[in-house]
């Protein structure tokens, strides 16, 4: 299982690591209206999924912000996932609040679906682990990171540079 610390303090992460090459599991996480999400709604397109701790934060509104500005030139065959724990009314009110009406948040507060399957629920916290995740057209897993201290910034280009590969 992949080591992660939070504020320099090492914590437990639940669920199962996932490795690039490994059939992307599917999972249920809320829209910001409270409707069901899964991975299969995106199905035939690339999907960066970018996991964050909590959207109210410097680091994860950053990173946020970041993966939806930088894949918004590859067309409608990439999606950009943003999935933490926080509540779907704390991420509509940041979308607002930020202006970025069409950034996808997506809420695993419900029962951390999204994170145990993807082996990124910090037992300690009840919050995602940071983390980045790349899957193909194919359902596979081209890119996986999992940032080693949860309050710095995943390699944002190495993610990119997985999703334009993909959408070559």
């Not at 933490?84 to 509509?92: G, H, K, N, W, Y």
Request: negative net charge.
């Amino acid at each position: 299982m992949a080591q992660v610390t939070f504020k320099q303090q090492p914590v437990t992460l639940l669920g199962t690591e996932i490795k690039a090459g490994d059939e992307a599991p599917d999972f249920t996480v809320l829209q910001n209206d409270l409707s069901p999400f899964t991975l299969k709604d995106t199905e035939g397109k690339i999907r960066l999924i970018s996991v964050i701790p909590s959207i109210d934060t410097g680091v994860c509104s950053t990173q946020t912000k970041r993966f939806n500005e930088a894949v918004t030139d590859l067309g409608d065959d990439v999606a950009v996932l943003t999935i933490s724990a926080d509540l779907p009314f704390a991420q509509a009110r940041w979308k607002a609040s930020e202006g970025l009406d069409n950034a996808h948040t997506l809420s695993d507060h419900r029962d951390l679906s999204f994170g145990t399957a993807y082996g990124v629920v910090m037992k300690e916290l009840r919050l995602l682990a940071r983390s980045v995740f790349v899957i193909g057209k194919d359902g596979k897993v081209a890119y996986v990171e999992y940032v080693p201290e949860g309050t710095d910034h995943p390699d944002y280009d190495k993610a990119i540079d997985a999703v334009k590969k993909l959408a070559e």
